[in-house]
Nanobody
Framework: QVQLVESGGGLVQPGGSLRLSCAAS????????MGWYRQAPGNQRRELVA???????TYAGSVKGRFTISRDNAKNTVYLQMNSLKPEDTAVYYC????????????WGQGTQVTVSS
């Protein structure tokens, strides 16, 4: 059974930082491209935030330079370090795992809420 379990969300002031973690089980973690998506309040669509494969990372333009995705294959965990947070970063953040292809996900986590507000 595949599980992706996110943690680290919460309430933070504008300009603050948070680090999200996603622990994976039931997959050969190193073989998967891992990613973070987010869904803002009132938005039906999940927006791609960042992905990381064995050799490369990608970022949405809105987070480039502020967010950093990383992975620890020994711990089957992917991280999202979020700095200089803005109110528009408020969303539910979802961890994803994709084995093949260039978009979408085979598996999703349950999501963790990030709220940026003063």
């Amino acid at each position: 059974q595949v599980q992706l379990v996110e943690s680290g969300g919460g309430l933070v002031q504008p300009g603050g930082s948070l680090r999200l973690s996603c622990a994976a089980s039931g997959i050969i973690f190193s073989s998967y491209t891992m990613g973070w998506y987010r869904q803002a309040p009132g938005n039906q669509r999940r927006e791609l935030v960042a992905t990381i494969s064995s050799g490369s990372t990608t970022y949405a333009g809105s987070v480039k330079g502020r967010f950093t995705i990383s992975r620890d294959n020994a711990k089957n965990t992917v991280y999202l370090q979020m700095n200089s947070l803005k109110p528009e970063d408020t969303a539910v953040y979802y961890c994803s795992a994709r084995r093949f292809g260039i978009a979408g996900a085979d598996y999703w986590g349950q999501g963790t809420q990030v709220t940026v507000s003063s």
